[in-house]
């Protein structure tokens, strides 16, 4: 059965800290994808990042990088200098169906708090 | 571009009531997908509407319900509203493929059953 885990429920760090959040993810398909969303305290879910199954290069967007590893079926994200603005719940998110479907299982969410 | 709309933005209902919510995708965009998040179980996927059908459809009882227009705007349904349907329903609408299960989320109805 898929299932996404985000062991980490909670996390707070001190501004200009580096932070990584964990996901770990099961699935019986061998083309699925990733994702990360952000959901600040509007609501909204904002999209980061998605990633394919056959792609497993690490990506780096400014401050934001993703880890992706299939042999320990893990996609973490980490923030490098964390801002205040950082502050939000993140959720890791797996689409499988080869990507047709717009169903998304997505994990529990880690709360992350930057304090200045 | 205008993002994913939904309305209402919030909503109070008492047990035994019935509500519709609506979301308008981004222009564009013909596939609408709901989510259910609640702090028990999180985000929690409804169904999902491409071209005015329904593809797919979560673990959810009979009781929700959802269509999509000819003008892709979509609106789900929950009739005979239990306490446990306090929650925020997030709509998220994407692209036909290849960028098809790239969602982009609206803001969310939060919903409250007294």
Known sequence: AQKVTQAQTEISVVEKEDVTLDCVYETRDTTYYLFWYKQPPSGELVFLIRRNSFDEQNEISGRYSWNFQKSTSSFNFTITASQVVDSAVYFCALSEAGGNTGKLIFGQGTTLQVKP | ?114
């Open chain 2, 1 to 114: 571009k205008a993002g994913v709309t939904q309305t209402p933005r919030y909503l109070i209902k008492t047990r035994g009531q019935q509500v519709t919510l609506s979301c308008s995708p981004i222009s564009g965009h013909r596939s609408v997908s709901w989510y259910q998040q609640t702090p028990g179980q999180g985000l929690q996927f409804l169904f999902e509407y491409f071209s005015e059908t329904q593809r797919n459809k979560g673990n959810f009882p009979g009781r929700f319900s959802g269509r999509q227009f000819s003008n892709s705007r979509s609106e789900m349904n929950v009739s005979t509203l239990e306490l446990g349907d306090s929650a925020l329903y997030l709509c998220a609408s994407s692209l036909v493929p290849p960028t098809y299960n790239e969602q982009f989320f609206g803001p969310g109805t939060r919903l409250t059953v007294l």
